[in-house]
């Protein structure tokens, strides 16, 4: 076989993996839009609040240090502990579900029947104030997270592909832990709301809330247990981004990525949202594989975009969402 | 009638009902500067078809919300299986056995009917998300045990060739029927309609009655409706209020409602000299 064909085809698998990951914060953003109707921007920033949290709590970091050693003149930095991974992620999603409960009780709550950009407006909001509040709560430099999950390249992979063509591919074992993880998370949220009796409900709210009170179902419950599940998303994403590329504030700009993302799968889909990140990532690789070189590169900042914009044009309601229909 | 007594009556079609299950004190509504109801009070029997009726605007689905905890009123009381209750939100009226369906059908549109029919279960569903998770099986028997509940239903209603079908597929007036099969997979104690037969044609309208007194035989549901028709009304219930600008203007069987000339005026309109 042709080395730039084998080269090719690595790409391809290198974006499937990069597409993986857009689809673990896309889907968060669906599972928050089908519930409760918001789009909620800060989905990527509570990727990032729960990746800073999480590291946080492993490295037995004091909240707040620099405040507390500011106000009290006092030199506090760490605990003095290391919790193993799975302790820290448990915690964290403590943290996430408290989040989640703040977010209602102290923002949504207030907005019930307000118009979706007044919503969407107020989660711009929380945006900023989650990311300036987990900047004064764990500081701002950039941090290294393990929670064990295998890194580097796949011998595996280098060998079985060197044996079949003669040329290893380059597979990330981290990024194949993330398919897996984001395979399962599909699953288990599928099989959660088709078969549960909360996952019943949290669809019954989603399509009418007067309906949805009238046979027992309390919207607060569901609204806390959806941005439970969406800060739990977000979580696994964190983990994921942030093992593979540090903690960092940059990891909120990811959000902007997950927008193509939803414009191509569809805001309502939750294999939309998969369908449409393994597109973006592997279209983008693929782009700049082959365009790239013609045009100087850099080509993959712009991509995405470019192609949700040919979406918007063409079909607006992507590729699995609801057809709109407009009845006069 | 014979004497309405503590215990109950017995009905002109020889039904025996039953004690006061549902008694409405004082009621009385505002939005801002505007009375929606004002000082109403009656009471819900046990078994019986109760019915509010009134002319456009005179505060019969303001009545049915209050009730199913949708409105609350700014001074009266609510009393339910003889005590007080509190002011409460429309899901904690539900938990207590209390099933409604809306004039304007509100149903699940995106699901099937027999989906449709499942939510009215979930107020019955015990098991918690975890145990759900760990104990397949437990989850597994109530699954089953609410699914024949809901057969039945879908069987009593006839609407067994529907039971895959979006709903939002539907005519107009097996939407209606659905919505009552969902209100009635909830076993309620007490099943409020309003206007169940809005906008039907007379066919649809006679089956409509026809469910509405079969739930209350096979059943024994204590219903309480809101009816335009007032054909329809006399021939169904076997007490009415009749309610006019907020008030209550009459309370009685249908005989004699006919005849109170505060109801025949509210009607027919009357002279104001």
């Given at each position: 076989m042709p080395d730039q064909l084998l080269f090719g085809m690595e790409v391809f698998l290198n974006g499937l993996?990069?597409?993986?990951?857009?689809?673990?914060?896309?889907?968060?953003?669906v599972l928050i839009y089908k519930a409760s109707g918001v789009f909620n921007y800060a989905q990527g920033v509570m990727a990032l609040f729960a990746a800073l949290t999480l590291v946080g709590i492993?490295?037995?970091?004091?909240?707040?240090?620099?405040?507390?050693?500011?106000?009290?003149?006092?030199?506090?930095?760490?605990?003095?502990?290391?919790?193993?991974?799975?302790?820290?992620?448990?915690?964290?999603?403590?943290?996430?579900?408290?989040?989640?409960?703040?977010v209602n009780h102290f923002v949504m709550r207030h907005l019930v029947n307000q118009e979706p950009i007044i919503l969407f407006m107020a989660t711009i909001g929380l945006a900023y104030f989650m990311e300036g509040f987990g900047d004064l709560m764990w500081g701002s430099d950039i941090k290294k997270l393990d929670v064990g999950l295998p890194q580097g390249m796949s011998t595996v992979i280098d060998e079985v592909t060197y044996g079949w063509?003669?040329?290893?591919?380059?597979?990330?074992?981290?990024?194949?832990?993330?398919?897996?993880?984001?395979?399962?998370?599909?699953?288990?949220?599928?099989?959660?709301?088709?078969?549960?009796?909360?996952?019943?409900?949290?669809?019954?709210?989603?399509?009418?809330?007067?309906?949805?009170?009238?046979?027992?179902?309390?919207?607060?419950?569901?609204?806390?247990?959806?941005?439970?599940?969406?800060?739990?998303?977000?979580?696994?994403?964190?983990?994921?981004?942030?093992?593979?590329?540090?903690?960092?504030?940059?990891?909120?700009l990811i959000a902007l990525k997950a927008l193509p993302v939803l414009m191509l799968g569809g805001f309502t889909s939750i294999p939309g949202a998969i369908v449409g990140g393994l597109i973006i990532g592997v279209g983008e690789k693929l782009f700049e594989f082959i365009v790239g070189p013609m045009v100087g590169g850099a080509t993959e900042n712009w991509f995405a975009y470019v192609l949700a914009l040919l979406f918007l044009v063409f079909r607006p309601q992507g590729l699995f969402g609801e057809k709109i229909i407009e009845r006069v | 009638m014979n004497q309405i007594s503590d215990e109950g009556y017995i009905t002109a079609d020889g039904r025996k009902i039953g004690a006061v299950m549902m008694e409405m004190k004082n009621i009385t509504l505002r939005f801002g500067g505007v009375k929606a109801i004002t000082d109403i009070s009656f009471d819900i029997r046990q078994g019986e078809i109760r019915a509010i009726i009134g002319p456009n605007g005179a505060g019969k689905s303001s009545m049915l919300n209050v009730i199913s905890g949708f409105y609350i009123p700014q001074e009266g009381e609510v009393w339910f299986h003889g005590k007080k209750r509190a002011p409460m939100r429309p899901f904690q009226v539900a938990q207590q056995g209390i099933a409604r369906t809306f004039q304007n059908i509100a149903l699940f549109e995106?699901?099937?009917?027999?989906?449709?029919?499942?939510?009215?279960?979930?107020?019955?569903?015990?098991?918690?998300?975890?145990?759900?998770?760990?104990?397949?099986g437990k989850a597994e028997r109530e699954e089953v045990a609410n699914r024949e509940v809901v057969e039945k239903v879908i069987d009593f209603l006839e609407i067994q060739a529907i039971r895959k079908t979006p709903v939002a597929r539907l005519p107009y007036g097996l939407k209606k029927r659905v919505e009552l099969a969902r209100a009635l997979a909830a076993e309620p104690k007490l099943l409020l309609l309003d206007e169940p037969m809005a906008g039907m044609n007379v066919e649809e309208k006679e089956d409509m009655s026809r469910f509405i007194l079969d739930v209350n035989d096979e059943f024994g549901t204590t219903i309480a409706l809101i009816e335009h028709d007032m054909g329809v009304v006399m021939d169904l219930s076997d007490r009415v209020v009749v309610m006019d600008y907020g008030k209550k203007i009459g309370d009685g069987t249908p005989d004699e409602v006919r005849n109170n000339q505060n109801v025949i005026d509210a009607y027919l309109g009357v002279a104001h000299d």
């Open positions: 993996m990069a597409g993986v990951l857009y689809a673990l914060v896309a889907l968060g953003f492993m490295e037995g970091q004091v909240p707040f240090a620099h405040l507390i050693n500011a106000t009290l003149g006092t030199e506090i930095h760490h605990f003095g502990w290391h919790l193993p991974g799975i302790v820290a992620i448990l915690l964290t999603m403590g943290v996430m579900v408290l989040l989640a409960w703040a063509f003669g040329y290893g591919f380059f597979i990330d074992n981290l990024d194949i832990v993330a398919t897996v993880i984001a395979a399962l998370l599909v699953v288990a949220l599928t099989i959660f709301s088709q078969y549960s009796k909360q996952g019943r409900a949290l669809r019954a709210v989603a399509d009418d809330h007067q309906a949805a009170l009238s046979v027992g179902i309390s919207l607060k419950f569901i609204w806390v247990l959806v941005w439970s599940i969406a800060g739990f998303v977000a979580l696994v994403a964190g983990i994921m981004w942030g093992t593979k590329s540090g903690v960092q504030f940059s990891l909120s | 995106g699901m099937s009917v027999l989906d449709n029919v499942m939510t009215g279960r979930l107020t019955h569903m015990k098991s918690g998300m975890l145990s759900q998770a760990i104990w397949k």
